[in-house]
């Protein structure tokens, strides 16, 4: 029983020692954008220049997570994880100390690269530490990061530019990441997987280069000007480098990404219609600010703390996420709420500046709660029925189409604000183009609750339930 306890003491220390790392990965690709002004002034550049700082970051994330499972198995988890919080660490300290904006840039792109490597090897700690009649839990624990750092990154990174100096948004890392790398030493155990083969080159080209390209076009489709003769050659351009990357992982012996995983039903749907809610989620939080502020008249800091009722659905449901899961199992799970997390963000487009408070909020309240289940359901049966030998495979390609999926998302709220503004007739109010955008993402959202109509009932049933597997 003693050990039995201490195990599981150390299975929930490993998973909130990831969930840390993640939440310092996912709070740096947000809470700048509102310290952008005061940076750039800080290096005597335009506001529009600081941009390639916000990107830079992002793009680094999404370009190395390809790589992130060779090289955990090649040199061992525990020390890939724990140089990976050194970097982003050190390199945070660096962005604070700046002096120049090509210098924050290539500081920013290193941090980038640090993220890439923590943040799938620290999934990858707590999918072989523990077994997958706890995995709810665990999952549950590491998806919070990505639900509450989208929203508290806003409201968070403007107090700091008001109260403080932008330089303390990556101060704050310092003492997180020294506590997370002694504890990276202590808890996570030395594991490693030696591959037989050499590292795959041209795979990882391909991936990253795809990647690159389309996940540039996020970062253009949200800006102010917007040209649509690159956005329309980079999106060709990565989509044609996925598709000789797909047919290159099929052909050789020892892929860069190993796609086998996806003959499993259970992650497969994760990895389709997860990646349509995922979009659907990633784009409301880059919405909602900005049309309380065009449409309504809020202040940045006003509009960022409306947010917070997204936050308070997000806490609410945790508490019951895994009972539910336990009880109804997922394919019911993830088509009940799915549909409930649509017309939650439907929602958002009754939303106007005359409607009280309390209201508002209880709509953002559903929304935060109905995301934080179905993050935490698709995330779980991913790996629910993956064997332990193919674990890292899964997880890098998980992660790395998770990574592509949340920067579409503000592609896709872009683009839909951007129809919504066509839509509308030149007359309408500043809100309307958003309550279009609104309804255009709950429709992506909708179409991701058809994937799992095709799960079977017994799907992830050794995770929510300790039966045999049925994928």
Known sequence: MEKHVSRFNKQTAIALLVAGTFFMENLDATVITPAVPQMAHSFAV????????????????????????????????????????????????????????????????????????????????????????????????????????????????????????????????????????????LVVPDTRHERGAGFDWLGFALCSAGLFCLLYVAELVGAPRLAWYLVLLLTAAG????????????????????????????????????????????????????????????????AGSMLMAVFAGNLAMKTITTPILRRFGFRPVLIVNGLLNALAIAACAVIGGGMPVPAICAILFVSGATRSMQFTAFNTLAFADVPQAEMTAANTLFSTLFQLAMGLGIALGAISWRLGEVMAPPDASAALPFRIAFLLVALVSLLGVADSLTLSREAGANVSRGKPAKV
Not at 259 to 282: D, E, N, P, Q, Y
Not at 295 to 300: E, K, P
Request: charged share 10%; with cysteine; net charge positive.
């Open 239 to 302: 989509i044609v480098l996925l598709v000789m990357a797909t047919l290159h992982l099929r052909r050789v012996t020892h892929p860069m990404l190993d796609l086998s995983a996806l003959k499993l039903k259970s992650f497969a749907v994760t990895i389709w219609g997860g990646s349509l809610f995922r979009m659907g989620v990633s784009a409301v939080p880059f919405l909602l600010p900005v049309m309380f502020q065009i449409g309504f008249g809020y202040s940045a800091f006003a």
């Open 46 to 185: 335009s506001p529009v220049a600081l941009n390639s700082g916000v990107s830079a970051y992002m793009l680094a994330l999404g370009v190395f997570i390809p790589a992130s499972g060779w090289v955990a198995d090649r040199f061992g988890a525990r020390r890939i994880f724990g140089l990976a919080i050194a970097l982003f660490t050190v390199t945070s300290l660096l962005c604070g100390l700046a002096q120049s904006l090509p210098e924050f840039v290539m500081l920013r792109i290193l941090q980038g690269i640090g993220g890439a490597m923590m943040v799938p090897v620290g999934r990858l700690v707590v999918l072989r530490a523990t077994p997958k009649e706890k995995l709810i839990d665990a999952i549950a624990i590491l998806t919070w990061p990505a639900l509450v750092a989208p929203v508290l990154g806003p409201p968070l990174g403007g107090w700091i530019a008001d109260y403080a100096n932008w330089r303390w948004i990556f101060y704050l890392n310092l003492p997180l990441g020294v506590v997370a790398f002694i504890l990276a030493w």
